[in-house]
Structure formats: structure tokens, C-alpha cells
């Protein structure tokens, strides 16, 4: 049985419905006659995509430009999901079979479902009277995540072998300033800002007795290890470290970086 759309729309639930994976698993037919990798399915990208559908039935317009949320990309974006790249392709139709039958008339659908680079997609259709629907489909190109945890702990070993060849005694690995400077990096991202200003003053509240006192450091940057050349590292006073380690998705600075946040500190 298919879950009426016109529930899940409103709430902008992340679950994929029967309907939206059938054009998923048509699209993915078409890759797999070609020799192509599957799709996919990405449940934060049809949100993304189902939100955009229902917006064009609300406000009676069809278009990939939104006067709120503005392009596919922004929208992605918007919604937090790390990205290189999205393109959107839009179409009416009665059925998950007749959209998809439709839009392969359009050669730049036809290429794009099939394009390696594509890695995710995401499907989001509304109907107000579960007859004709809007349909936005939703193919991205992800910032390929990582695992940021042995990336922190690789990287403190790292620092830790220049330390001994210095004779500087080993520095820590802190949860309390890695929670810390991950939201400092966050607000970096948010804003599109290398600059923290007060967060980490903020931040650091909570846990100050600890401290005796500690800097900070921050970057946007491609590679984590770059990090590493800073002389502060060296300082022997600082024994504990925190990492804030976040893929870049804001709009005003280009895809693909990290936002780093350093914290040094000396316990008390």
C-alpha cells in the first residue's frame, strides 16, 4: 500500500516512499544497462528534493529558482548535506513510471542519470490530491566523508613524534576540547567566516576550571595535516589538545576544504 504523499509532505520526513524509490530503481536500471555504478538512495536529499516539490504546488510555480531557498544547490546546502555538485531535473506527471518516461525525452536527463560522477540521489514528489504530482529528482556528487576520529588521533601522533624528537614532553587528546572546538568550527561553517570571535571564550566556560590557559588556532584548509607546520605545537607549556574537524558546505567558500579549530590548553 503507498503511503498518501500528502502525509509525508508537510512534516519533511527524511524516509523515502514507495513511489519516489520507484523512480529511484528506474533511474537505476538505466545506470545498470549501461554498466554504470547504482545510485544512491539518500533520504536527506529527497527531503531536500520533496521540500521543493511541495513549495512549487504551495506557491503555484515551476521552476528550479525558489524566491526563499533559491537553487538546487543552495537548497542542498542549506539542508547541511556536505556536496560538490547537484543538479536538479523537475517534471509533472500522474505516475513514478509516466515522470520518469517523460523526463527521458529531455536529453540532459537521459545524460545526466547515467553520468559516473554521480554518486547519490535523492527523489521528492507531492500531489494535493494524490492524482498529479510534482516531481523533483536530485542527483549529487558527495564530499566524500571521513573518519575524523582516527583522523584527530593520526594527526595528535603525528604531533606528538615532532614533540619527542624536540624533547617536549606528549600532548593529549581532549573529548572536552574537541567537543568544543567542533563548535567553533560549526559556527565557522555556518557563517561562512574564518573568524570565531567570542565562541571559544564561550565554550571554554563551561569547562575553564580545568585550564590554567590555552590558544586557539584556525584554518580552512584541504588537508588537516597542514596544520601540523604551526610553531605552536611546539610550545611546551600546552599539553592537552582539542580537534574540531568539519567538511566545508557553505555556499561562500568553495566545496571540498575543511574548517579546522585547534585548541592548545594546560591543565590546571
Not at 572536552?176 to 571554554?204: E, H, P, S, Y
Not at 595535516?225 to 568553495?254: C, H, M, Q
Amino acid at each position: 500500500m503507498l503511503i498518501p504523499l500528502a502525509f509525508i509532505i508537510p512534516c519533511f520526513a527524511q524516509d523515502i516512499a514507495p513511489i519516489e524509490q520507484t523512480v529511484i530503481d528506474l533511474i537505476n536500471a538505466e545506470r545498470e544497462a549501461l554498466g554504470r555504478p547504482l545510485l544512491e538512495a539518500d533520504g536527506a536529499l529527497s527531503g531536500v528534493a520533496r521540500s521543493h516539490s511541495y513549495e512549487m504546488v504551495k506557491e503555484n510555480y515551476f521552476g528550479h529558482k525558489s524566491r526563499t531557498t533559491g537553487g538546487p544547490l543552495d537548497r542542498a546546502r542549506q539542508a547541511r548535506i556536505p556536496t560538490k555538485s547537484v543538479y536538479e531535473h523537475i517534471t509533472k506527471a500522474t505516475s513514478a513510471i509516466k515522470a520518469h518516461q517523460q523526463l527521458m525525452l529531455d536529453k540532459a536527463y537521459s545524460s545526466n542519470i547515467v553520468e559516473r560522477d554521480y554518486e547519490r540521489i535523492g527523489v521528492g514528489m507531492f500531489s494535493p490530491d494524490e492524482e498529479n504530482y510534482h516531481v523533483t529528482i536530485l542527483l549529487s556528487v558527495p564530499i566524500h566523508s571521513k573518519n575524523f576520529d582516527k583522523l584527530m588521533t593520526d594527526f595528535v601522533a603525528g604531533v606528538n613524534a615532532d614533540r619527542r624528537s624536540l624533547n617536549l614532553p606528549e600532548m593529549e587528546l581532549s573529548k572536552d576540547l574537541n567537543r568544543v572546538a567542533l563548535d567553533a568550527a560549526r559556527f565557522m561553517n555556518q557563517k561562512g567566516l574564518l573568524f570565531v570571535g567570542d565562541t571559544i571564550t564561550t565554550g571554554m566556560k563551561s569547562i575553564e576550571l580545568s585550564y590554567r590557559s590555552y590558544r586557539t588556532k584556525y584554518w580552512f584548509i584541504t588537508s588537516i595535516e597542514k596544520a601540523r607546520k604551526e610553531k605552536l605545537l611546539s610550545e611546551a607549556i600546552y599539553t592537552l589538545i582539542g580537534l574540531g574537524v568539519l567538511p566545508n558546505d557553505n555556499p561562500k567558500k568553495g566545496a571540498g576544504s575543511l574548517w579546522v579549530v585547534m585548541i592548545l590548553a594546560q591543565p590546571k
